[in-house]
């Protein structure tokens, strides 16, 4: 039986794929201090809740209007 490995980070190019967005505005975002990452050695890793609160925090600022 082979063990399941539950990610607790992502790289950057996962993490824009997962929000639909270039890697290059991944990290722009980041930079911005909009999306928050972690480093690990040289690479740089975004938080899999990171992810949850970038999505609450922008539908916060620009609510998505009911038809």
Known sequence: ????VVRKA????MAAQMLGISRS???KL???GELRSVKAG????VPVAAL???IEQKSRINPIPFS
């Open 30 to 32: 980041i930079r911005r």
């Open 1 to 4: 039986m082979e063990s399941v």
């Open 10 to 13: 992502l790289s950057v190019e």
């Open 42 to 45: 040289t690479r740089t890793l």
């Open 52 to 54: 949850d609160e970038f």
């Open 25 to 27: 505005m991944g990290f």
